[in-house]
């Protein structure tokens, strides 16, 4: 249940983040959008989909292209 509701939050904020970078043409939030609608089918752990979360919704302020 708590994995199926971590997949729905980082997928809203990928849906975000991948509309956000397209008008704005940056390429990083537009490819951590992707990953973050992408990365819950793969992982089962809930630790492990926090913390690739967690990295994905910082990746965009920490890069400049």
Known sequence: M???????IAGAFGAAYFVYGK???KFAPMISGVLLCVYPYATDSLLWLC??????LAVPFFTDF
């Open 51 to 56: 913390v690739i979360g967690a990295v994905l």
């Open 2 to 8: 708590n994995e199926l509701f971590v997949g729905l």
């Open 23 to 25: 008008r704005q043409q």
